[in-house]
């Protein structure tokens, strides 16, 4: 069952809500509206499955994508175009952040961002930064944080094409992060490019090659195996290739870029080419052209038992379709034998082919409901579940 949600396009920074609960099993299949007031005549329904509900946890963060949560309970977030980070908090408990600090201004897309140990760990294009023991500053209430700021590495390679980075650490202690390939398609001499990197005790090392661009990646709660997606090359046509989800069962597998797309698409100028590799193919095709920007294995207790270990994927939308395809996030349910189906989980974001929001990255909260950043409104939305 699913339910429509009506949000507006123009919102106040945490707008008061009115909502109407619903309660039903999240698998029952039927379809059911409700009304969300915004104050404006400007409005789009967002449907998700019957029992969940959504709300606006925070407004007016111009274009925010990856996100992260402290251990006193901040949200951080950076903005990709202003170049801020923010903390967020929902110091009353209605589901809505009530406290919002910039503490980070004028940086290069600082898309990644990751919490370990006490500090905040933030991505731009060419390097990779931190805020030591964050929670004591922002409950001590500092005022300037660039003091703050320590260098973890600052020799990456500064291409603005594909250099949005995605941040993981991983239960070795060990920070995973994407190095995409600086062009649609093409080799470099430089094998930094088109890889997931590992950073640990001073040193990165590659993890996995042949990756185009991965904004988007988790360790299984159980297996601890690395999921990655990667977005597709362009102008093959509306269909072709698909954005991949992959996993990397061990280090320094390759996974075709630039010489194999998707699971049978061999590249038209680089296929032909001798490159030694063994090819480790997608284990699903998420859609041609969807553009995965975000992924996040639900380990929680709030949803229904369904949605444990399933993998919530952002599909950020086409940009150079005929049809536009993705804007929308979806689940990868694994059944008994891991093979993987995919479910639309949040859709509304696409009204034909006028798009009104563009969904950027999910993550699951302390609490077990799930944050969606929305980069073209400036949002981010709270799902939880009410049953």
Not at 115 to 134: A, M, R, Y
Not at 184 to 191: A, E, H, K
Not at 299 to 309: A, H, I, R, V
Not at 377 to 387: D, Q
Request: net charge negative.
């Amino acid at each position: 069952m699913w339910m429509g949600l009506n949000m507006n396009k123009s919102f106040l920074f945490a707008l008061p809500l009115m909502l109407i609960i619903l309660i039903g099993s999240s698998d029952s299949g039927k379809m059911v509206n409700h009304n969300l007031s915004i104050q404006s005549s400007d409005v789009f329904n967002l449907s998700l499955p019957e029992g969940f509900k959504i709300e606006l946890f925070a407004s007016g963060l111009g274009t925010p994508r990856q996100m992260t949560e402290t251990d006193d309970g901040y949200i951080i977030v950076g903005t990709i175009r202003e170049g801020d980070i923010y903390a967020l908090k929902d110091t009353d408990g209605n589901g809505q952040a009530d406290y919002s600090k910039k503490i980070l201004s004028s940086l290069e897309q600082p898309s990644g961002i990751a919490f370990n140990n006490g500090s905040v760990f933030f991505s731009e294009i060419s390097k990779i930064s931190k805020i030591i023991d964050i929670d004591s500053k922002l409950n001590n209430q500092e005022q300037s944080f660039e003091a703050e700021v320590v260098n973890v590495i600052d020799n990456l390679p500064a291409d603005r094409w594909h250099g949005r980075k995605w941040l993981k650490f991983g239960a070795d202690g060990g920070l995973y992060f994407n190095i995409g390939a600086p062009c649609n398609v093409c080799l470099n001499d430089d094998d930094r490019y088109a890889t997931i990197l590992k950073f640990i005790d001073g040193e990165y090392s590659v993890y996995a090659r042949g990756v185009r661009n991965s904004v988007g990646f988790d360790f299984h709660p159980q297996t601890n195996k690395l999921f990655f997606t990667d977005n597709g090359r362009d102008w093959l046509g509306d269909d072709s290739p698909s954005c991949e989800l992959n996993i990397a069962n061990q280090p320094e597998q390759f996974f075709g870029f630039p010489y194999h797309h998707g699971k049978d698409v061999q590249d038209p100028e680089f296929g032909n080419i001798n490159h030694g590799y063994e090819i480790i193919k997608p284990i699903f095709e998420l859609g041609p052209h969807v553009a995965p920007t975000g992924a996040d294995f639900y380990s929680g207790n709030m949803f229904p038992d369904s949605y444990k270990n399933n993998l919530f994927v952002t599909l950020h939308g086409s940009w150079n379709r005929s049809q536009k395809s993705g804007y929308k996030v979806v689940r990868i349910i694994f059944d008994a034998d891991n093979q993987p189906k995919m479910q639309d989980f949040l859709v509304g974001f696409l009204k034909g082919e006028e798009v009104l929001g563009r969904p950027s990255s999910p993550f699951e909260m302390s609490d077990g409901s799930l944050l969606i950043s929305d980069d073209k409104l400036g949002n981010i939305y709270r799902i939880s579940y009410e049953g």
